[in-house]
T-cell receptor, first 114, second 114 residues
Framework: QKEVEQDPGPLSVPEGAIVSLNCTYS??????FMWYRQYSRKGPELLMY????GNKEDGRFTAQVDKSSKYISLFIRDSQPSDSATYLC??????????????FGQGTRLTINP | NAGVTQTPKFRVLKTGQSMTLLCAQD?????MYWYRQDPGMGLRLIHY???????AKGEVPDGYNVSRLKKQNFLLGLESAAPSQTSVYFC?????????????FGQGTRLTVV
């Protein structure tokens, strides 16, 4: 069983829709929960991160963590064609001397149709 | 504003050939990482470094070697390439001041081993 599970999609929605992306995890040692966005043929870039259970909002994006259920979500409101990308959830744990190991989900490919 | 730069961007190797992937960062980050990204697998950590002159194994280190002779550079070597090493390789760096620090990724190296 993978430590982090993410539905790879693909997911296709019309412009303006609310998008919900989800990941589950099994390792209770994970401390930080992140969402990375990866455009085609580019490297991942950090979108949001959170530490505690609850919601964190940044503009049209909301990250939600439920540690008791080992479940995290990313919501995108008023989705735009420019949001079309692969979204990767990632979870971090210290490996040595503060260096963090990021464990990634498989990524969900999202397309927003105009 | 270079950030993390990977060289080369594309490469085709024959089975048994060797090559070195170069990662350079200009953010004075202590920690550097090499990941590989394969369809359906997410990103997996190959090797990492917590500072100049140090390296350590990640979760999929077999067939790879690394060196960090200078703080800004992290090299990934393939001594005898195999088709199973066909992948997209990403280098990342972070300040390392706690688990929450952002990892910055390069644009990736697409390697095909035939």
């Amino acid at each position: 069983q993978k430590e982090v599970e993410q539905d790879p999609g693909p997911l296709s929605v019309p412009e303006g829709a609310i998008v919900s992306l989800n990941c589950t995890y099994s390792n209770s040692a994970f401390q930080y929960f992140m969402w990375y966005r990866q455009y085609s043929r580019k490297g991942p870039e950090l979108l949001m991160y959170t530490y505690s259970s609850g919601n964190k909002e940044d503009g049209r994006f909301t990250a939600q963590v439920d540690k008791s259920s080992k479940y995290i979500s990313l919501f995108i409101r008023d989705s735009q064609p420019s949001d079309s990308a692969t979204y990767l959830c990632a979870m971090s744990v210290v490996i040595i001397q503060g260096a963090q190991k990021l464990v990634f989900g498989q990524g969900t490919r999202l397309t927003i149709n105009p | 504003n270079a950030g993390v730069t990977q060289t080369p961007k594309f490469r085709v190797l024959k089975t048994g050939q060797s090559m070195t992937l170069l990662c350079a960062q200009d953010m004075n980050h202590e920690y550097m990482y090499w990941y590989r990204q394969d369809p359906g697998m997410g990103l997996r950590l190959i090797h990492y470094s917590v500072g100049e002159g140090t390296t350590a194994k990640g979760e999929v280190p077999d067939g790879y070697n690394v060196s960090r002779l200078k703080k800004q550079n992290f090299l990934l070597g393939l001594e005898s390439a195999a088709p199973s090493q066909t992948s997209v390789y990403f280098c990342a760096s972070s300040k390392g001041q706690g688990v929450s620090t952002e990892a910055f990724f390069g644009q990736g190296t697409r390697l095909t081993v035939v």
